[in-house]
T-cell receptor
Framework: DQQVKQNSPSLSVQEGRISILNCDYTNSMFDYFLWYKKYPAEGPTFLISISSIKDKNEDGRFTVFLNKSAKHLSLHIVPSQPGDSAVYFCAASGSNYQLIWGAGTKLIIKP | EAQVTQNPRYLITVTGKKLTVTCSQNMNHEYMSWYRQDPGLGLRQIYYSMNVEVTDKGDVPEGYKVSRKEKRNFPLILESPSPNQTSLYFC????????????????FGPGTRLTVT
């Protein structure tokens, strides 16, 4: 039973346009959410996070939105750049120390 | 330079031959964790440690052991590896909990690709 789901295995976006990556979760006890980015042959790197007391967090070109009632979060990248091509993972955490990860979405930025 | 190091980066071994993958961090982080990454499954947590001598099971602990005798090191031990443990393994560390709760942003090592034949 996947508690964190990224239903799109891949996404292709034109350079300069907005990329929207989605993530759904089932466990209402999750209260902290993170996005990580991963290039081939490297470990994931932290991108942005949001706690459940907020519905939006912004960092430069990256914005994460949280809809608790829908148990849904999304990552917006504006504008998309070639270097954004990577696999993006959504992860969720609750009151314990475990981090539950989605399967990832491969983002391809087309020139 | 702040980093998480893992060794070896690549390992091919045979079923039943004990092996250890080392992990070390130089950021004085309390929290450390091991993950395995398999196609279509994302990252799954194997074990984690909240501090020295404190470890706990993640989602997929079967067939693995860990120890945390020093803050900087968190080795992953496969006592009797089997082919279903063929995977890409990542070690990660973080300073503390983030937000209301949770483990905060984690720093990952470069990964260890293990093949068990």
């Amino acid at each position: 039973d996947q508690q964190v789901k990224q239903n799109s295995p891949s996404l292709s976006v034109q350079e300069g346009r907005i990329s929207i990556l989605n993530c759904d979760y089932t466990n209402s006890m999750f209260d902290y959410f993170l996005w990580y980015k991963k290039y081939p042959a490297e470990g994931p790197t932290f991108l942005i996070s949001i706690s459940s007391i907020k519905d939006k967090n912004e960092d430069g070109r990256f914005t994460v939105f949280l809809n608790k009632s829908a148990k849904h979060l999304s990552l917006h990248i504006v504008p998309s750049q070639p270097g954004d091509s990577a696999v993006y993972f959504c992860a969720a955490s609750g009151s314990n120390y475990q981090l539950i990860w989605g399967a990832g979405t491969k983002l391809i930025i087309k020139p | 330079e702040a980093q998480v190091t893992q060794n070896p980066r690549y390992l091919i071994t045979v079923t039943g031959k004990k092996l250890t993958v080392t992990c070390s961090q130089n950021m004085n982080h309390e929290y450390m964790s091991w993950y395995r990454q398999d196609p279509g499954l994302g990252l799954r947590q194997i074990y984690y440690s909240m501090n020295v001598e404190v470890t706990d099971k993640g989602d997929v602990p079967e067939g693995y052991k860990v120890s945390r005798k020093e803050k900087r090191n968190f080795p992953l031990i496969l006592e009797s590896p089997s082919p279903n443990q063929t995977s890409l393994y990542f070690c990660a560390s973080s300073l503390s909990r983030g937000g209301l709760a949770g483990v905060g942003e984690q720093y990952f090592g470069p990964g260890t690709r293990l093949t068990v034949t």
